[in-house]
C-alpha cells in the first residue's frame, strides 16, 4: 500500500492523507493562526486570499488545494510538504 502524509513545517502538522478528517486539520489550522496573533481577516489580507476561503478552510468545510494551504501558511511561517511512500 501506500502513505501520504502532508506536513506543514509551522507545527509539524501531519496528517494521513487515508484517514484525513477535514475538521481535524481546520482546527489545527484556526490553532496555528490563533498562535501566532493574526485574526481571520489579517490572516486572509496577509496571505491574499478571500476571508470566506479562511472562515472554509478553518470550518473543514471542503478540501483545499495544495497551494491554497500553502498560501494560508506562508504568513504563519510554514509551508506544505507531501511525501508519499509506496511498496
Known amino acids: 500500500g501506500s502513505t501520504k502524509r502532508v506536513t506543514s513545517i509551522a507545527d509539524l502538522i ?3 492523507a487515508p484517514t484525513l478528517d ?3 486539520v481546520g482546527r489545527q489550522l484556526a490553532d496555528l493562526r ?3 496573533g493574526l485574526t481571520i481577516r489579517q490572516l486572509a489580507d496577509i496571505a491574499g486570499i ?3 476561503t479562511v472562515v ?4 473543514g468545510k ?3 488545494r495544495l497551494s491554497t494551504l500553502n ?3 506562508r504568513p504563519l ?4 510538504a507531501i511525501e508519499i511512500e509506496g511498496a
Do not use: Q
Open 62 to 64: 471542503f478540501d483545499p
Open 56 to 59: 472554509n478552510l478553518e470550518a
Open 22 to 24: 477535514r475538521a481535524e
Open 14 to 16: 501531519m496528517i494521513n
Open 50 to 52: 478571500n476571508k470566506a
Open 34 to 36: 490563533r498562535a501566532k
Open 77 to 80: 511561517g510554514g509551508r506544505v
Open 71 to 73: 498560501d494560508y501558511l
